[in-house]
Structure formats: C-alpha cells, structure tokens
C-alpha cells in the first residue's frame, strides 16, 4: 500500500466565488504534497478572488474556467473532467454554487461538471452568515445532504465583512482530513484494521506556569502526534488524544482532552486507561517551577533577577509503561535526539519500559521541530528499522499500519 492514503488519486477541485478561495491554493498544495494530483475549476466569480494563473502553478495544469472553450473540451471535454476525478471537492461552496447543485442546474462549467459527475462530491460552504442561515440556504443544504453530498464546515467565527457567526469556510487541514476521510473509508468498507482497539496518545508541548501570565514551554507543534490520532482513527481505532496547548484543530473522529501541564497530562492519560496501545508524542517539560506564584513576578528595580527554582515531572512514558495494572499491550515512545539517535533511542526504550520507541533527529538543520517531515527509525525489541524521509502524515499512517499488522500477526500467532 502506498505511503499516504491519497498517493495518486484525483481530484476535481471546483473554487467558487468567496474571499475563502485564496485558502483553496492552500489546499491545493498540500494535496499535492500528499501525491494527489488536482484539477481546478475556476468559476467566473472565482476568478475575482485568486487567478486562474496562481492555481495553475499550484496544480500544475491548467485551470478550467469556460463551458464553451472548443480547445478545453477537445483537450477534456466537462464530461470527462468530473468522470475522471476520484472525488470532487467544492471549495469554497457559495451559497450560489449549493444551490445550483441542489436545483439541478447545469449553466456554467463548474455547475455542469458538478452535475455530470457519478462520483461522491464533498462541498465547503463559505459565505456571509446571513447567507448560510437563510431557510433557502438551509433548505439546499438539507437537499445537498440527502444526495449524499458530504459536507465540512462550515466553521463559527469572525468573517471578511465584519459579522460573527456560521459561515467561515473551514480551514484547508480539516478539508484535508474529510478527503482523507472519504479515502480510508473507501479503503476500509466496515471499519479498519484498528477496529476494536483503544488507543491514546499524547502530543503537543507542556506549559508549565511561573506565575499567572508566564510559563516555560518547549517548541513542539504537536503534528506528529495529531497525525498518528487521525491515522489510527482512520484505521478504526477508538482514539483518545491527551494535548498540550497547540493551534491544531481537534482531528475528525478523535476525542480530544486538552491540559496545559505535565501533571494534567498524566492525569488525563491516567483517566483515559484502559488502552490496548499507548502512544507517547508529547514533548512534556522534564521539569516544572516548584511553586508557582499567584500573583505576578513584579520586576523592582535595583533587585536581582528571580532565580526559578525546578522539580522533577512525572515522566508520563515511563508511568504507562511500568503500570502494574491495566498496562496497554504495547506503548510507543519517541525519542527526539540531537546526536547519537540509535544509541539514545536503545538506551531510552529500556529505561523507560516501553515496547517500541520511534527515534528521530531533531538537530536544528533537519528542520523536523515544527516543519512537514521527518525521518525515523522504529526500535523493538527485535532491532531498528530505518523509514525513508516522509511527510509527518505517511510518517503517521506508516506507524499506524505497522501497529495494525503486529496485532494481527500476534493473533494469528495465538
Ligand atoms: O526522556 P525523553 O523526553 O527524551 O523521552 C521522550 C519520550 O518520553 C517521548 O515519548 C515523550 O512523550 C515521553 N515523555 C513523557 N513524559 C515526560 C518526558 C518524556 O511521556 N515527562
């Protein structure tokens, strides 16, 4: 199986007319970057929001804006452009476009390949709230749905023409993940490998508090961690994320438990047992001020600097690993080394009592601390292997697979 669920598949991206189109070239980008080819239809009002020039340099094609163009539909005529896309993505979806598509109507190029189309269709609404809350609107949405049209989105929150509400097209990483969605369950009809397992995780950075307004943190992004939450979900795994603060958004399918310490970490780990599998992520802060202050440090001048006086974390991988009682059949740690990866890795497994340890470099010239990839080395017990340089999303589906087939190869063991 390919690195990446969406490795080759096709997609026929339709952009209409919202200020939410330039988040669209986004999208475009990072499908590609997960080995999906693109397609774009550009509607005429589309056109005043991003150029058709910038969406053919993102897709690498070109950009189809025009029903009638004799040269487009010698090249492919509309017919073929829908018939030949694996799924068709609609973003954003204005209220325009929703309710052409629930009318049947069929006017311009993106309406007609829309309605020439067999194959599943996922819109992202984006327009005024107003708009969105209209009992039209709502009326060609309930309309949209039970075609079987899927939806994400729309998003609550401030919009381009200063109200708040419904109606913010969501943002390109969860259009991402209900794409990816549709494919895992294209992949896994009746659920995945991971049916039936419990597995949590923890990602994300700690915070630990000096005072009410300061805190020490580190610069994990929790990517990786929020990568593998959605690949074992997709697999059809109950999932339980346990996340530090981070600016992700909660991965479709996944239960979420944020916490800003080390201590809420474990607490919240603790709380979430038992697990078949537990997968350690976290960068928690090995330590913590030993109190923190209520009130504010105030600086007074003329007086020395505060000296932080720190006490030791619980270490959450070690816990999980050595529990008496409701241990998880397998717990996965990482180990992010700066020199010496293997050596730091072996050592780290056996002290903490994990089963496998995914070790990676995080010296600074790698740019893994925040960046898309990441290469690693899983070590078992049985010895290292060494995985290829992969976006942190294959890095995740790769070890959410790996842990599919060690379940199935102990049970066939049995
Ligand atoms: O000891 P070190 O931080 O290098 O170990 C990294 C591994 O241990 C990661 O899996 C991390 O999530 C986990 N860890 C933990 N609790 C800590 C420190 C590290 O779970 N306090």
Not at 42 to 67: Q, R
Request: aromatic share 4%.
């Amino acid at each position: 199986m390919s690195d990446t669920l969406l490795m080759g598949r096709r997609i026929l991206l339709v952009i209409g007319g919202g200020i939410a189109a330039y988040k669209s070239l986004e999208l475009i980008r990072r499908l590609k970057e997960r080995g999906a080819s693109v397609r774009a239809i550009l509607t005429s009002a589309g056109e005043h929001f991003v150029t058709p020039l910038s969406v053919s340099s993102l897709t690498g094609d070109k950009v189809y804006t025009d029903l009638f163009s004799l040269t487009d539909e010698a090249e492919m005529g509309h017919i073929e452009l829908s018939r030949d896309a694996d799924l068709l993505v609609v973003a954003p979806a204005t209220a325009d476009l929703m309710a052409k598509m629930a009318h049947g109507l069929a006017n311009d190029l993106a309406s007609t390949a829309l309605l020439a189309t067999d194959k599943k269709v996922l819109v992202a609404p984006a327009m005024n709230v107003r708009m969105w809350l209209h009992p039209a609107t709502q009326r060609n949405f309930e309309t949209l749905l039970a075609d079987g049209v899927d939806v994400v989105g729309p998003n609550e929150g401030d919009m381009a023409c200063g109200e708040y509400g419904p109606g913010r097209m969501a943002e390109p990483a969860e259009i991402l993940a209900a794409i990816e969605s549709h494919f895992a369950e294209l992949a896994f009809p009746g659920g995945g490998p991971l049916k039936g397992k419990r597995i949590l995780i923890t990602s994300g950075p700690t915070h630990e508090p000096i005072d009410p307004v300061r805190y020490l943190a580190n610069r994990s992004s929790g990517k990786q961690g929020y990568a593998i939450a959605q690949a074992v979900a997709r697999l059809g795994a109950e999932t339980v994320l346990v996340s530090g603060p981070t600016n992700l958004p909660n991965p479709p399918g996944v239960t979420v438990k944020r916490v800003e310490t080390a201590r809420e970490m474990l607490a919240a780990c603790e709380a979430a047992l038992p697990a078949d599998i537990a997968i350690c992520a976290a960068a928690v802060a090995d330590w913590r001020v030993a109190s923190d202050a209520e009130q504010k440090l105030k600086k007074q001048p003329g007086e020395q600097a505060p000296a932080l006086m720190l006490v030791e974390n619980p270490d959450i991988l070690a816990t999980l690993s050595q529990l008496k009682m409701n241990r998880p059949a397998l717990v996965i740690g990482f180990a992010a080394e700066t020199e010496k990866v293997i050596d730091h890795a072996v050592a780290k497994r056996q002290r903490k009592g994990c089963d496998w340890i995914v070790a990676n470099d995080v010296s600074p010239a790698t740019g893994v601390m925040g960046g898309d990839l990441n290469t690693v080395h899983l070590i078992s017990r049985e010895g290292q292997e060494d995985w290829p340089l992969l976006p942190k999303q294959a890095v995740a589906e790769r070890l959410a697979r790996r842990i599919a087939d060690h379940f199935s190869t102990s049970k066939a063991a049995e």
